[in-house]
């Protein structure tokens, strides 16, 4: 089946992963995703060899995690965009193309010739979309930023995560702000191809990690500006919540934690302590009405989290499962990949690597028709600049003579 996005044709001027998430994104809906890399050097991402201290590729395979995320679907083309030569080659598919998707900074898109005004020169009709840091306006224009910078230090969540750490914690995994960001500049291309279409009229596309971040954390953000100041932190508790014994986390025998998010206490009170074995505190005077939970709240998570700690993760969760409540497992990275509702609606997607060795990779949140997506793999660096700059109508005279020129790889 067709994705929503066929027809489409992208080309990527980009690096990293926060603005390539985005074409990755697109691929999975189905457009053609040209991706540009230097023609030495390629996308600087492939160098990472260790993230977090763990090997980046695959041992004995050039499979690499870290490119397959958000390159997955795309092909790729070597030009060194510094010789006039490879920027005409650029042009050429500038001018077949829908939407041009870049992060490099302001000096560097003008020293390549890929402004707004380059690209729309030989493209009036194309969608410009531009990934940044801080913004395209104001005196960050020009910084270059990183999510752990733009959208973790600065957009809020790292000062949230860590009001009440010993040591700063930082994101929880690579491009954590990255990937988010992506999603978000994907729906920002859709909603400019439906204005494109409806209209005639193009756009310019924003989006920047800052404003990622900050739009992630704007319940906090919001209250802060509504009471003129920062909001007050909130104590740390070893378990549960202070207001609710029914929210929050709690920890079994075998050292597994289990996230409690049942708002109405009163509702599921008895239910849940039904399941749990312990009907006797179903009708505890202390707790037998809603308004006697919330009253006794703090001495309520007490016992909630005794009778956890009485339980292996096994048995909580097998109780869990027979009460009405809402409640979730603090899966690991593993589990999360093995996660029953993820498989089942097609949001672990097969891919088949470079050498014929069957992967998985994470799908992108969307999902159309309840069809789940059919991916292919990220392309070697420039694997595709023959086939491409042939489309473009050059025979093989012209490529062994770019090649010369060290224009395209």
């Known amino acids: 089946m067709a994705g929503p996005m066929s027809g489409v044709r992208v080309v990527e001027v980009a690096q990293f992963t926060f603005v390539p998430a985005a074409g990755a994104v697109m691929a999975d809906w189905g457009a053609d995703v040209i991706k540009v890399e230097h023609a030495r050097t390629g996308d600087a991402q492939r160098g990472l060899m260790k993230v977090f201290g763990l090997d980046a590729i695959s041992k004995g395979s050039s499979f690499h995690p870290m490119m397959e995320g958000p390159n997955r679907g795309k092909r790729s083309i070597g030009l060194a ?23 490099f900074l ?29 913004g395209p306006s104001g005196p960050e224009s ?18 949230q995560i860590n009001e009440s750490t010993e040591f700063f914690l930082d994101q929880p995994t690579g491009a954590y702000g990255d990937s988010i ?23 310019v ?40 014994p029914l929210t929050g986390p709690y920890q ?48 309520a998570s007490d016992v909630v989290a005794e009778l956890f700690a009485t339980k292996t993760y096994a048995e909580m969760t097998a109780a869990l499962e027979s009460q009405e409540g809402q409640w979730a497992a603090v899966q690991n990275t593993w589990e999360v990949g093995n996660d ?8 672990v997607a097969k891919v088949e690597d470079a050498e014929g060795v069957e992967r998985e990779l994470i799908a992108n949140p969307v999902q159309f028709d309840m069809t789940p997506v059919s991916i292919t793999r990220a392309p070697q660096f420039a694997e595709h600049t023959d086939d491409i700059v042939r489309e473009l109508g050059h025979d093989d005279e012209r490529l062994i003579e770019l090649k010369l020129l060290n224009a395209i790889t």
């Open 106 to 134: 302001p000096e560097a898109r003008q020293k390549l010739g890929i402004d707004l005004e380059d690209i729309r020169k030989i493209n009036p009709d194309i969608i410009y979309v531009r990934g940044s840091g801080f």
């Open 205 to 244: 596309v924003d989006v920047s990690l800052l404003s990622v971040g900050a739009w992630t954390t704007q319940f906090s953000v919001n209250m802060a500006l509504m009471v003129g100041g920062p909001v007050p932190s909130r104590p740390p508790r070893k378990y549960g919540s202070a207001s609710n």
């Open 142 to 159: 020009n910084k270059g930023g990183f999510d752990s910078t733009g959208f973790w230090a600065r957009g809020g969540s790292g000062a």
């Open 252 to 299: 079994t025998s075998d050292g597994r934690w289990i996230m409690l998010a049942m708002l109405q206490p009163g509702r599921y009170w008895a239910d849940f302590m039904t399941a749990a074995g312990r009907s006797d505190l179903a009708t505890d005077e202390r707790f037998d009405t809603g308004e006697k939970v919330l009253a006794n709240a703090a001495e």
């Open 81 to 103: 965009l510094e010789k006039a030569e490879a920027r005409e080659l650029l042009y050429e598919i500038v001018r077949t193309s829908d939407v041009f998707l870049t992060n």
């Open 181 to 203: 960001g992506g999603m978000t500049i994907a729906g920002g291309i859709a909603a400019a191809l439906f204005k494109r279409a409806t209209t005639g009229e193009t756009s």
């Open 340 to 347: 029953i509702s993820l498989r089942a609606n097609g949001m």
